[in-house]
């Protein structure tokens, strides 16, 4: 009896810890630089605002739960119609809605385009029943950046179009790893969408992350003069890809 009452003020004490921490101490990590124009102040604001309320993050695509932000999906899709990729790979699945979100728009943007999807845990039987999924999807189980993985991608992307979206483990040098092992993939005038730059303060911080995706393109970026941002990919103004659209200009 004593433990179980230990166990349920445990569990409170988490959850009012956990609230607070999204309600209070986030929002204030995230404050914004004294020195940003007003206009930046209200983007980073509402930013924050979207990021931490759970309501507006709570995205899916045909049933399918997803952890994309409209806007840049809005703008993936001008991407994909803009250079008709013959497959979209994707490093992090999740439960397969945006690799669902990919097949249904590349569909459009190329009617022999496919997704490759690839992450560490099988959790997309979801996914799987939709029939855009069936025709167009094929989900690798395996870390992105395993030897044997990139090369499996690399055999059947041989010689095609190809755009990467990365949007798996959120680590410096975990996305800059994807980077390099992905950026041969991709011929000029195709995008890498690097995923959640907004995280360690661009502008938002959520708990437990040190630098990512962030710096991993500020690291690739200063040894690789074949991609450039395409700064026009972040015109929506709220963008949880700052710095992320890469374009490969040669
Ligand atoms: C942010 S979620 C992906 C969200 C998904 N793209 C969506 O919008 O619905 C990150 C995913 O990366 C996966 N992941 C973590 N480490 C990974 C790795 N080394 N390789 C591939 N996937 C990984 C996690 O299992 C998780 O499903």
Not at 45 to 64: C, D, I, P
Not at 80 to 108: H, I, N, R
Not at 220 to 239: C, H, M, P, S, Y
Request: net charge neutral; glycine share 6%; aromatic share 8%.
């Amino acid at each position: 009896m004593r433990n179980a009452l230990s166990a349920i003020a445990l569990t409170v004490l988490v959850v009012i810890a956990t609230s607070l921490y999204f309600t209070t101490v986030a929002p204030w990590l995230s404050k914004p630089k004294p020195s940003a124009p007003p206009e930046q102040v209200t983007v980073d604001e509402f930013q924050r605002l979207w990021y931490f309320n759970r309501n507006a993050s709570r995205t899916s695509w045909m049933g399918v739960p997803t952890q994309q932000n409209p806007m840049d999906v809005w703008i993936t899709q001008e991407i994909m119609f803009d250079t008709k990729p013959d497959f979209v790979v994707e490093c992090g699945s999740y439960m397969g809605g945006s690799a669902a979100v990919w097949a249904t728009l590349l569909a459009q943007a190329n009617p022999a385009g496919r997704v490759i999807s690839i992450d560490v845990l099988d959790r997309m039987d979801e996914a799987r029943k939709l029939p855009i999924v069936k025709e167009r999807v094929e989900f690798l189980i395996g870390s992105s950046t395993d030897s044997a993985i990139v090369a499996e991608v690399a055999r059947r992307v041989s010689g095609k179009k190809v755009m990467v979206i990365l949007d798996s483990l959120h680590t410096e040098e975990h996305v800059l790893d994807e980077l390099r092992s992905y950026s041969p993939l991709v011929r000029e005038g195709q995008y890498i969408e690097v995923q959640d730059t907004n995280i360690n303060g661009h502008p938002v911080r959520p708990p437990g992350f040190g630098p990512g995706p962030y710096e991993a393109v500020q690291d690739f970026l200063a040894g690789n003069k074949a991609f450039v941002v395409d700064r026009d990919r972040e015109r929506l103004i709220l963008t949880f890809c700052p710095s992320g659209f890469l374009k490969r200009v040669r």
